[in-house]
């Protein structure tokens, strides 16, 4: 299991403008953008035992991850 934090931009790489137009021109783009963010940060920690959690909530939070990251590719896609 990795313990390497998911982010965007790394996700991403060759889209980072991308995501920075998005997140300033589309509400919708921004809202998903923070919200991955913020679940990325909540599995890292509960990876790393800094917030330890249950194997339930963690499938949970990495499902609702994979789900925010999908939609984010989707509308980079279409913006391109």
């Known amino acids: ?3 390497t ?11 980072v403008e991308a995501m920075q137009q998005l997140k ?4 919708h783009f921004a809202k998903l953008y923070d919200e991955y963010h913020d679940i990325n ?3 890292h920690r509960a990876e ?9 909530n ?3 939070m990495r499902k609702e991850r994979l789900a925010l990251k999908d939609q984010i590719a989707n509308l980079l896609a279409n913006a391109t």
Do not use: G, K
């Open 5 to 15: 934090p998911h982010e965007l931009i790394a996700e991403f790489p060759n889209q």
């Open 41 to 43: 940060r909540a599995v």
């Open 58 to 60: 963690m499938a949970q």
């Open 24 to 27: 300033a021109s589309n509400a």
């Open 1 to 3: 299991m990795s313990h």
């Open 48 to 56: 790393t035992d800094v917030e330890p959690t249950d194997d339930l």
